[in-house]
């Protein structure tokens, strides 16, 4: 009897280690895989968009659906007009960082960002300013206008 919860105890062990060496294999076709290919970022064939003048130039725009902005802050009428407002000069501020010097960029666009953040906390309620501040950060890093 004792012989036969020792075979079953080496047969579990004996599947662990099945387990954990196919999980190793498996990490390792993976991470080779990424490593042909040059970067992890390659789908398809497809090749990370190379950063170009104009690139750049698109990543200063920073108009957008008003009314779409509306909806995801749930913002009444006076609102929806003082936020265009507030944002078209935002706008305006950040198409003149474009023509700006390399060095004065990213302080320029971290300036424009405060004003408006300042502006729009008179405007909005809590929720709302949380909301939008949230959309402008993640907006102003994706286009890498922050680092």
């Given at each position: 009897m004792r012989a036969c919860q020792k075979d079953e105890g080496q047969a579990v062990k004996k599947k662990e280690m099945k387990k954990i060496v196919l999980t190793l294999v498996a990490m390792l076709s993976m991470t080779a895989t990424f490593a042909a290919n040059g970067d992890g970022n390659k789908e398809n064939g497809k090749k990370t968009p190379e950063v170009t003048v104009a690139?750049?130039?698109?990543?200063?725009?920073?108009?957008?659906?008003?009314?779409?902005?509306?909806?995801?802050?749930?913002?009444?009428?006076?609102?929806?007009?003082?936020?265009?407002?507030?944002?078209?000069?935002?706008?305006?501020?950040?198409?003149?960082?474009?023509?700006?010097?390399?060095?004065?960029?990213?302080?320029?666009?971290?300036?424009?960002?405060g004003k408006e953040l300042k502006y729009m906390s008179y405007v909005l309620n809590s929720k709302q300013y949380q909301k939008f501040s949230t959309l402008l950060n993640l907006t102003l890093n994706n286009r890498g206008l922050l680092k």
């Open positions: 690139n750049m130039v698109q990543n200063y725009d920073m108009t957008l659906n008003y009314s779409t902005l509306g909806s995801i802050l749930q913002l009444n009428d006076y609102q929806m007009n003082a936020v265009e407002l507030i944002h078209n000069k935002f706008v305006n501020e950040v198409k003149s960082v474009e023509n700006a010097d390399a060095s004065e960029r990213q302080d320029l666009v971290k300036e424009a960002a």
